[in-house]
């Protein structure tokens, strides 16, 4: 026999009592209720690794979505990897919180622009924002590029933009970014390796 | 890193996280690896649960890492090498070193010339005017062979041996206590600790990070600690070696890839504009052997260098330009990030691009950041997240009060990929490349790094092929052939930076064999020629990416020997090597010095073992090889030579900003003599009476730098910025935990919360009472977590003089209750 | 009708027999305060895996944040600096369900198969069934369910029962970086806990033991504490928690007499109605009721 959620709080609210209900057998379904759905059931699973600290632990990013053309994958769970040989499989407070990184309301999206005095971001497009960066570039480094230095040696350094590499970005964006950055003569170069 | 190169040969972690488990002593120092790196930080655990380790901390506060020691011991921030320097002192007077060790792998037998002395806080050569030292008189005597000169005995007194016990001699466990204000007996119970891995079958790993870094003798306070451990014969060992945890995932990489102002990939470095002519420059870097029969690794830096110009410019770097040297940038002085912003601050910058990098939060001394961004011409800023640097120009009342109308600076801010949305490596502290792959596209617009590169350096080739302009030449012949140029696969960077043979190569011993065909990959960096015949982007990453294919994204997770070296895990630079110098970890013979800890050992006709020699394979024990083959001397340096900015030995020299305003050891000379100060600079330090706490800068375990306080989950386990002072100081200022607390330096003021502790104690320090202040940095005026200030508005601009590093770990502060 | 993953062997108000036939290993969560470092990974952990997410608070002057269990957050550590002979210790403690094998909640729980037990012991809340009388957090020894204002029902920790159901460790296990929390059968974890009580007793912690109170019939989340002999030194563990006086009436009264179970359900919402207001169930229900009408 069924008794739905309603009727049995009609029950109740008629004034017979709960305990008693059930010892006569008329137990709602629900209250055999199952454990909450195993979430991971079926999802895509990618490896990857924690992008904060030089542990570098691994990790099982869970994906909403199984790759179809019509998907978008979408990530909503992230664990530690337990083949992984350094964590085992474990996390840290950050790492086990990686979901919110990815998903942050902070996250840039587009973009954007910042015009001298101005008090608010302009979105544009990448085509704009490569061009107005090149020709910044282009601008400082045709007027300050320094060929030979005093002594008539030739130097070919450019002293008057810099460049910060990343602390977290991949060795092969830094293996670009360094070829990049040395083919414009840029010296004040560096990275997060101290702070 | 600027004191483990000088002392070992290399400058990484010596060791990795899972052979902590090896060790028999842990001493966490400069460093709170539980709260900062808590996965690792598992070995420390096991080895204390499965090898019964004894775990040592020593920290101007108890943390986490302190929670589930053995030993705790406090010590005032800034002064670890007064304490190391007692170790030593107490290792050498009470007989506590691995004789065999020092004599044979250090350079202890070693004879220094004459005139190099150390008297009243200074060492020869030094120039009151200039703040350099001539370090001429600080090197080896050198023979008419050529050699260095060596005596067996120890016994001659200008051997490092004896020059180290005399300069260390000045360390007595009286002098430590006085300087540290940690009690003696714990020091001594410390010692008498760490003597006990002198013996040849126990060893100690010692785990730092940015606690040590980030003074203005950090690097120095590493490389007492280096030195111990040789003196200990632990480096080479399995549960040994000095272990630099890096602070970020990937400043392992990125400083192997040489992303720093006078570096190049694989620790070459930018030629000088003394040094015009490329024979004169390749000739200083490619060391000969100072002993016989060394291998002198760095031999070979010609066809590291001449592959990483075949890589970057193709077939325009051949050897009648020699190779495009003059295309190389030549550096008049280091431009690392502090001389940058102290460029800005004159006037002197126009354009800065900031990847990945918030510098705003994590340079010292915010006012004079803000001033700096505020007179740049452009800013270009690279990032996943919303940073502050992005956002300088915003007002954000008390934590960030500018005028944005009176800043004129352009920004340009461009939206990058995470690591959930992009394929590649990252390089982990202990020398792994870990390949990980794309799990979800981007939120909106975003690009990978690379793309974002690409479309910057293509655009610009474009106004330079169409314009001209200045020196345009590299620009132009800068390699670019990825199938999709705007979008550089990462797959076909990996194989860049790997490296591969432009010609068929001809093996050297037998002229009919082919080691590998033009256009395949690079075995590895022993492959590398210096005429022009291979390409790679960076030598030591050579072995990443072969025929074979993606050694990074290797899997098998099996450790046969049950000492964590996990060799088909991943790829490990150099060589797949997983514990650096382990031909250390033998006897002369080429025994284990620990049967249980067997890495290496000599099977009759080769090296083999657990890991990957790091040795010649074929050089038999008895042979002069000695196990530090990058050093040309072949041994581990307890006299640093010219290496160090400061001096051969450490000396223990006081904060810039001191609380006891002398140094008890030379009160003439108070602070390292070697450090670069600017003008401005020098006159924002405070002084005790003004400022009478000494204040240290700190990570907090349940966030990461300035990320986590965008994420929701990380701002609701710590939401609000707050600062920590012992129940002691509490009192005397009538701070109650939970009140809200004013903490200002000379540079500016911040207001938090007070977390009132008896986990911070006052010191006794030379006869005054040393109170600490602790200040997390997580906060700031962006992200989800409630504002703050950006503690590096305290903080004073002055850094390591090697390496320039922030001395953020110890600085003089003054805190009330805030009184709104 | 079959759709347990787990089986369950007791349910709340509840006096039908539970099918019983098939047998699963009792298991257990062990945390080893010796190990902990209060990284509160755990705590993060707990959130993700249950889509929970507390709110961002404020500081109070010290580390522990959130400063108390919610019904969003089923585990928080409590950090105590505490002056023992040893020195300065900083006894950290993961607070959350116990488990017991006796639960106090269960056995003051009026609404029928709010709180169900498993056969392996995972004592779990099914807030379908919950009317938020909030009787269960007076019938717990160790004061952890809490009741949402969202929703007027009860949470706590479920020893992540749908993990352990489909062959998983609890999420708080899994991440723990030093292994502080481990998970397997009950026998096993004692098991566990003697080694590391030998270890702590070679390091001169004498008091070492574990914390398997018997007044609750044991527990099935259990400790290694440094100082076993003080439990409330580790933010007031109770030292000999059990059943409360009033549970043990309901459960001595409930089970022949239904009036009785009336009276101590009416008693229950009043108790409720006292210290949370009006419960916006209990209106609901009224409305359907009108519906129906």
């Known amino acids: 026999m069924q008794v739905t959620r309603r009727q049995f709080f009609k029950v109740c609210t008629g004034g017979l009592v709960t305990s008693s209900i059930a010892a006569l057998g008329f137990s709602p379904a629900k209250a055999l209720a199952e454990v909450r759905e195993f979430k991971l059931a079926s999802t895509t699973e990618t490896r990857n690794t924690c992008p904060y600290c030089s542990v570098s632990c691994g990790l099982i990013m869970h994906s909403m979505g199984d790759k179809a053309k019509n998907a978008e994958l979408s990530i909503f769970h992230i664990e530690g990897d337990p083949d992984h040989p350094v964590n085992r499989g474990t996390l840290c407070p950050k790492g086990a919180g990686l979901l919110d990184f990815i998903h942050s309301p902070n996250r840039l999206r587009y973009p954007e622009y910042r015009a001298p005095g101005s ?17 910044l570039m282009k601008n400082d480094r045709d007027k300050n590029f320094v060929a030979k230095n005093d002594a008539g040696v030739t130097v070919n350094r450019w002293l008057t933009t810099g460049f910060l590499a990343a602390s977290a970005s991949s060795n092969e964006s830094g293996h670009v970014t360094h070829k990049v950055v040395r083919s414009t003569g840029i010296l ?4 997060q390796a101290r702070v | 890193m600027a004191s483990l190169a000088p002392t070992f040969g290399r400058g990484a972690m010596t060791n990795h996280w899972v052979d902590i488990k090896n060790a ?14 808590p996965c690792g ?12 380790a004894t775990f040592i901390v020593i920290d101007p506060r108890f943390t986490r890492s302190a929670a589930v020691a053995d030993i705790y011991a406090p010590l005032r921030t800034g002064t670890d090498i007064a304490f190391l320097g007692g170790l030593i002192n107490y290792l050498l007077s009470h007989d506590k070193i691995q004789h065999e060790y020092v004599k044979a792998y250090t350079n202890a037998a070693f ?47 200008r051997c490092v041996m004896q020059l180290l016990t005399q300069h260390f001699s000045r360390y007595t466990p009286d002098v430590v206590s006085n300087i540290c204000g940690t009690p003696k007996d714990l020091f001594l119970k410390v010692c008498d600790t760490i003597a006990t891995t002198s013996a040849p079958d126990r060893t100690m790993t010692i785990l730092y990070a940015l606690g040590w870094t980030q003074h203005s003798v950090g690097s120095q306070m590493i490389r007492t600690a280096a030195m111990a451990q040789l003196l200990l014969g632990n480096v080479g060992m399995a549960g040994g070696g000095v272990n630099a945890l890096r602070g970020h995932s990937n400043i392992q990489g990125l400083t192997d890839l040489g992303l720093l102002s006078n570096l190049l990939p694989g620790y070459l470095t930018l030629p000088d504009e003394k040094e015009p002519d490329f024979k004169g420059f390749i000739a200083k870097r490619a060391l000969k052997p100072l002993r016989p029969g060394q291998m002198s690794y760095w031999q070979n830096y010609e066809k590291f260098h001449v592959s990483l110009m075949k890589t970057w410019f193709g077939k325009a770097a051949a050897k009648e330009n020699d190779w495009c040297y003059d295309w190389l940038p030549k550096l008049d002085k280091v431009y690392d990030v502090l001389m940058a912003f102290e460029l800005m601050h004159q006037g002197k910058l126009n354009g800065y691009f900031c990847q990945g990098f918030n510098p705003l939060g994590s340079i010292p001394n915010k006012a004079k950041l803000i001033d700096g961004l505020s007179k740049l011409k452009y800013l270009v800023v690279i990032d996943p997240l919303a940073t502050e640097t992005s956002c300088f120009w915003e007002n954000h009342g008390e934590y960030n009060d500018v005028d944005p109308s009176k800043i004129q600076t352009e920004v340009i801010r461009l939206p990058s990929t995470c690591f959930a949305e992009e394929n590649g490596s990252l390089t982990n502290s202990g020398r792994w490349l870990q390949w990980h792959y794309k799990g979800a596209p981007p939120p909106g617009d975003a690009k990978p790094d690379a793309d974002i590169m690409a479309g910057i350096f293509l655009k610009l080739k474009e106004l330079y092929q169409k314009e001209g302009g200045a020196f345009p030449d590299p620009i132009l012949n800068l390699s670019w052939d990825y199938k999709i140029p705007r979008s550089p696969a990462p797959e076909e960077l990996a194989m860049e930076y790997n490296g591969k043979a432009l010609a068929d190569l001809i093996d050297p011993k037998d002229k009919t064999k082919t080691i590998l065909k033009k256009g395949q990959q690079l075995d590895g960096f022993a492959q590398l020629m210096d005429d022009g015949s291979t390409a790679c982007g960076c030598w030591i990453y050579a072995g990443a990416w072969t025929e074979k294919g993606n050694m990074m994204a290797r899997r098998d997770n099996s450790d046969p020997s049950g000492l964590g070296n996990t060799l088909n895990w991943a790829f490990a630079w150099p060589a ?23 890495l290496i050992y000599w099977d009759g006709s080769k090296w083999t073992g657990a890991d990957v020699p790091d040795f010649k394979p074929d050089i038999e024990p008895g042979n002069s090889m000695n196990p530090f083959i990058m050093q040309p001397e072949g041994v581990g340096r307890l006299f640093g030579l010219d290496k160090m900015a400061e001096g051969p030995f450490p000396e223990h020299y006081e904060p810039f900003e001191t609380p006891i305003d002398t140094n008890p050891l030379h009160p003439k000379v108070i602070s390292n003599p070697a450090a670069r100060v600017f003008k401005n600079d020098m006159e924002a330090f405070g002084k005790s009476k003004d400022y009478p706490y000494a204040a240290t800068t700190y990570r907090i375990t349940e966030h990461f730098h300035f990320w986590t306080k965008h994420t929701r989950l990380a701002a609701i386990l710590q939401p609000e910025q707050f600062i920590e002072i012992g129940e002691e100081l509490a009192k005397e200022k009538g701070i109650n935990a939970g009140d809200r607390v004013k903490v200002w330096s000379n540079r500016g003021f911040i207001k938090a919360m007070a977390v009132v502790t008896k986990r911070i104690k006052p010191l006794q320090v030379n006869g005054k009472t040393v109170h600490h202040v602790g200040i997390p940095i997580h906060w700031g005026f962006k992200g989800i977590a409630k504002s703050g200030f950006l503690a590096n508005t305290l903080t004073p601009f002055v850094g390591d003089a090697n390496t320039q590093t922030p001395e953020f770990k110890s600085f003089l502060v003054n805190i009330e209750k805030d009184r709104r | 009708m079959a759709l347990q993953s787990l089986d369950i062997t007791r349910r709340s108000a509840t006096t039908i027999p539970s099918p019983s036939q098939r047998q699963t290993p009792e298991v257990a969560k062990l945390i080893d305060i010796s190990k902990c470092i209060g990284c509160k990974a755990c705590q993060v952990a707990c959130m993700e895996w249950n889509d929970t997410r507390d709110v961002v608070g404020t500081n109070h002057g010290v580390l522990d944040n959130p400063m108390d269990l919610s019904e969003n957050s089923w585990t928080v550590m409590r950090y105590a600096e505490v002056q ?30 709010a709180i169900v037990q498993y056969s392996n012991g995972i004592v779990d809340f099914h807030e379908e069934n919950c009317i938020g ?8 020894p160790f004061n952890i369910p809490r009741l949402s204002n969202k929703d007027s029902k009860v949470y706590k920790c479920t020893l992540c029962s749908d993990r352990v159901a489909v062959g998983l460790e609890p999420a708080c296990v899994k991440t723990c970086p030093t292994g502080a929390i481990v998970f397997g059968t009950k026998e096993d974890m004692l098991h566990h806990a003697e080694g590391r009580i030998a270890d702590l007793k070679s390091r001169g912690f004498a008091d070492a033991g574990i914390y398997d109170p018997k007044g609750v019939g044991g527990t099935h989340v259990m400790y290694v504490l440094q100082h076993a002999d003080r439990p409330a030194l580790y933010c007031g563990l109770p030292k000999d928690p059990s059943i409360g006086a009033m549970v043990g009436l309901w459960k001595g009264a409930a089970k022949p007499l239904a009036s009785f179970a009336l009276a101590a359900g009416a008693l229950g919402a009043f108790l409720h109605y006292v210290t949370k207001g009006p419960n916006k169930v209990s209106e609901e229900i009224e409305k359907e009721f009108e519906n129906e009408k």
């Open chain 1, 119 to 135: 008090n608010e971001w302009k979105r544009i497009s990448w085509d704009e924002a490569f061009d107005k960066v090149s020709r």
């Open chain 2, 576 to 598: 797949n090597r997983r514990v650096l110098y382990n031909r250390a970890s033998c006897d002369l013979s080429g025994k284990p010095w620990d049967p249980k800890r067997k």
């Open chain 3, 84 to 113: 023992t002979d040893r020195g300065l210790e900083w006894l950290i403690r993961k607070d959350g369900c116990m488990h017991c094998a006796n639960p106090g909640c269960l056995k003051s729980c009026p609404a029928p198969g």
């Open chain 2, 41 to 52: 930080f598992k070995w420390v655990t096991e080895a204390k649960a499965h090898n019964h």
């Open chain 3, 133 to 140: 009388c909030g009787y269960c957090i007076t019938g717990c």
């Open chain 2, 24 to 37: 028999d002593v842990i001493l966490v120092m400069g460093g709170n690896a539980a709260e900062a790196h």
């Open chain 2, 111 to 157: 004879i220094v010339k004459d005139g190099y002395s150390f008297d009243d806080g200074l060492f020869s050569g030094y120039d009151g005017a200039t703040h350099k030292y001539d370090k001429s008189t600080w090197a080896y005597e050198v023979g008419p062979d050529g050699f260095a000169k060596v005596d067996e005995t120890l016994q001659n007194p």
């Open chain 1, 188 to 191: 004040a170069f560096d990275n």
